[in-house]
């Protein structure tokens, strides 16, 4: 089952809270302890900047926290 999940979100858009698409999800962080997701890895479009944005980058991607995320569907919308 986790795999499957994986492999659907994979690729989904992300979009803040005005629907602007911030890029796409390319990976998510794990707590090994838990099993819980605890950020989202995102490509971001090539005209936005990291820095302008709340969130640090890790390796090339935005690593967004969970507790951002306000809905999961055909794209993942960010509660901000």
Known sequence: ????F????LGRDVV????DKLG???DFRIDMATGSI???LVALEAD???AMLP???IEGLLSVPIEEIAEV?????LSR
């Open 1 to 4: 089952m986790p795999t499957t």
């Open 73 to 77: 569907g055909v794209n993942i919308q």
């Open 48 to 50: 936005l900047d990291p």
């Open 6 to 9: 994986g492999r659907e979100i």
């Open 55 to 57: 969130w640090p980058t």
């Open 38 to 40: 605890t950020a989202l």
């Open 24 to 26: 796409v999800l390319a």
């Open 16 to 19: 803040d809270q005005a629907a």
